[in-house]
């Protein structure tokens, strides 16, 4: 399967956006171009949700971003090892795949240290003594993995290394000099004279060389006294090297101040971190914190990049966050060319319509692609929207014909469907002025002044009087914090075309002179203006370079 490429209008979502996102998808899902998945950047409006419900078409999931993550990169999913395997096991499984360091797991599945071939070598070069056994808390089956021993006797107490690590290499007598209660002895050659000394002793373990066994009394001996006995096929001298790699990993690995990244950690965040550290690959956890594998710089440098294509818009601010590190791999739009910046070419296709959901269903034309009933009702909800039902002056005779076949696609009367549509959409009830401000809403910047302009289409203009007031403490506030001129909210009645504007800021005297009106109460009719595109930015466009 294809890389997903992410399909997604612009934020604070109106129905072109939604609805466009979701046909393109399609579209080129259809024809084999992209494994193409619509997604959206913000809540959807009542309008929206009332398309989508009609025509039984799910919500496009949520996308915050498309700033690299872990979770995007090609890192390793790595062997993890318990903190009890042997060093000698751990060496084996890490020359065999390549890895120059491992996690290394506690009782419970999360990341306890770091092993590393320099961990492991260190500790070789360190002076071990004959203690190391013990202080590592060796667990008995370690030692006899380790030693390829058979098991003679094995008595049930003993489950970790208690004392030092001897060679029978001298005298019973001797030897009982130098070896204590619960020591372990390495007795090399047939000795039955030493291992009658070390069950005087009360060793915990004898260990026989060169596959060597003893007499049945002596073993009787050992069992009465719980003394372990094993016998390995390694001489003397191989023996006394070998057991040292019995020693667990938890002895020698790395513990504490491990740098560990979780996969929802951006790649931003992980070259700042890499840049002040200096490990050859770090442990990535999981939401859980479970360790799921390592990353390495290698693997951060050559991280792919998300692959995005847009609709309905091409401004930076509109973006998804992130844009700017994602490849935009198509354009679709009918408003003006804007300040989106792309890595290489794309293909860019803007119309001068009413709606994008018009040059997508041109799309499916052109390729000769029947469109589905359900594709066909959300672009014909979109042109609706977008046009205000053929009255918007944005509307062309393409944006008519064009919703004209997709009604009858998708079985629906135009007139029935739109006026259910607004109905549906331009509701209040129960808002607040955030959501209302919001809904759609665009920032728009000429220069070094920038403005943010609202938008609300409703049928029931006078029942936002109970909202003016707060709505302009709020847009006051939105003005101070984004350092604008001013900021505008436009009810607008697409039945009777017509909006009242209401403004707040320090600069209101722009709106003024960009519709040649006074504003009382920061209040005023516009009778006829239902575009923001056509009839409000580029009047203020024109008042602001004044």
């Known amino acids: 399967m294809k890389d997903i490429v992410f399909v997604s209008g612009h934020k604070n979502p109106d129905s072109d956006s939604i609805c466009s996102a979701i046909a393109y998808a399609d579209f080129l899902f259809t024809i084999g171009r992209y494994n193409a998945v619509p997604v959206r950047l913000g809540d959807i409006n009542k309008e929206t949700e009332y398309i989508l419900k009609r025509f039984h078409v799910e919500i496009p999931v949520l996308l915050k971003t498309v700033k690299q993550k872990v979770e995007d990169l090609d890192y390793d999913k790595v062997t993890v090892f318990s903190k009890e395997l042997t060093l000698k096991t751990a060496w084996s499984l890490m020359k065999q795949q390549n890895l120059k360091s491992a996690p290394v797991l506690d009782d419970h599945s999360q990341l306890l240290g770091l092993l590393s071939t320099s961990n492991i070598i260190e500790g070789y070069m360190d002076e071990w003594d004959s203690q190391i056994l013990k202080d590592a808390k060796t667990p008995i089956e370690n030692v006899i993995d380790t030693l390829d021993a058979g098991i003679l006797y094995l008595d049930k107490n003993l489950k970790t290394i208690k004392g030092e690590v001897h060679i029978a290499a001298m005298t019973g007598e001797e030897a009982m000099k130098r070896v204590h209660e619960n020591d372990v002895v390495i007795v090399g050659g047939d000795r039955d004279e030493a291992i009658e000394h070390l069950i005087k002793a009360k060793v915990s373990l004898i260990i026989l060389t060169g596959s060597l066994t003893i007499s049945e009394d002596l073993l009787k001996q050992c069992m009465r006294e719980h003394i372990s006995i094993i016998s390995t096929p ?12 019995s020693i667990p990993v938890e002895y020698v690995m790395q513990k504490g101040g491990l740098t560990t990244f979780s996969t929802d950690d951006t790649v931003d965040y992980v070259k700042e971190v890499m840049s002040e550290t200096r490990y050859r690959s770090y442990p990535v956890l999981d939401f859980m914190g479970r360790v799921v594998g390592s990353v390495s710089r290698f693997q951060v440098l050559n991280g792919m990049k998300k692959k995005v294509i847009q609709v309905d818009h091409n401004e930076r601010a509109q973006s998804i966050d992130g844009i700017e590190e994602a490849e935009i791999l198509e354009i679709v739009d009918h408003h003006r060319v804007a300040d989106i910046q792309t890595i290489g070419p794309v293909l860019f296709r803007a119309e001068p319509v009413g709606c994008t959901a018009t040059i997508v269903a041109k799309c499916y034309k052109e390729n000769h692609i029947d469109i589905p009933a359900d594709m066909a009702g959300l672009m014909l909800g979109a042109i609706i929207s977008d046009t205000l039902l053929f009255k918007s002056p944005t509307c062309t005779p393409t944006d008519t014909k064009m919703a004209r076949e997709l009604a009858q696609i998708a079985g629906v009367d135009i007139q029935e469907f739109g006026m259910d549509m ?36 409703t049928m029931d203009i006078d029942g936002f009087a109970s909202y003016k007031a707060e709505m302009l403490d709020y847009m006051a506030e939105v003005a101070k914090d984004n350092h604008m001129e001013f900021t505008m909210l436009l009810l607008t009645d697409v039945i009777n075309a017509t909006s009242e504007v209401f403004v707040a800021g320090p600069r209101p005297d722009y709106v003024e002179t960009a519709f040649k009106v006074e504003l009382v109460n920061q209040q005023a009719s516009l009778p006829g203006v239902i575009s923001r595109k056509k009839q409000v930015v580029p009047v203020i466009t024109e008042a602001l370079a004044q």
């Open 234 to 245: 390694f001489n003397t001298f191989m023996a006394s090297q070998q057991i040292i790699q």
């Open 422 to 457: 607004f109905k549906a959409g331009t509701s209040l009830a129960g808002k607040t002025v955030e959501e209302i401000f919001n809904q759609d809403y665009k920032k728009f910047s000429f220069g070094d002044l920038s403005v943010g302009v609202a938008q609300v289409n």
